[in-house]
């Protein structure tokens, strides 16, 4: 399964998922069967791991988020929450575990603009701070957000931004030349243009 697609799993699982109806495990027996089976599919196991993460991370994944939409009105669809939800529990909770080159799949599979400004707001220090760590420090410990969290993420800081940079130039490369082109002078359109050689008439 490509990562495009077990991303999109992923968000319908998730939002599949409703805690006043059944638990977390009896949704993940629903919809996956046994992961726990010898024989399971890696995909599935992987999948019920995203699962549980986001219901358990729910409280701080909620707060980045609520931020993240607000910070970015406009730029942003709220029909993309889950998918958000999902790459933010990853990139801050299985960072490590998963590896940077797997994230990077994972990001390249979606829209380049709305994930370079993703990984731009997640991965900038001013805006994790203020509400968002008064928030998380609800939950953790600061201990645990400045050395695990925060740590794990800035340990990748180089590969985001080269990350970033590529998906930039997908994202605006085409309008920016666009852009450029109105921008020349008319006088070297008008070189480039192809002369045109005059044709006598014909009189009969």
């Known amino acids: 399964m490509g990562p495009g697609k077990m991303l999109e799993e992923c968000c319908d699982l998730i939002q599949s998922f409703d805690a006043k109806v059944m638990t977390v495990d009896a949704h993940a027996m629903e919809q996956l069967g046994d992961t726990d089976a010898e024989d399971a599919a890696p995909h599935k196991v992987f999948m019920q791991q995203v699962l549980y993460g986001c ?69 900038r220090p001013e805006n994790m701070a203020g509400p968002i760590m008064q928030d998380w420090l609800t939950v953790f410990d600061r201990e645990y957000i400045e050395r695990e969290l925060w740590a794990g993420l800035e340990g990748e800081r180089k590969s985001v931004e080269e990350l970033c940079e590529t998906l930039a130039k997908k994202a605006f490369g085409a309008a920016k030349a666009k852009t450029e082109k109105e921008k020349r002078d008319p006088r070297e359109l008008k070189n480039r243009k192809k002369q045109t050689v005059p044709v006598s008439p014909r009189i009969t």
């Open 55 to 123: 219901v358990r991370y729910k409280k701080p994944l909620r707060t980045f988020l609520l931020n993240f939409y607000h910070d970015n009105a406009g730029k942003i669809l709220r029909s993309d929450y889950t998918l958000f939800q999902v790459l933010c529990y990853l990139a801050v909770f299985r960072l490590r575990e998963l590896g940077f080159e797997q994230f990077r799949r994972f990001v390249s599979s979606q829209e380049p603009g709305k994930m370079h400004i993703f990984l731009e707001y997640l991965w």
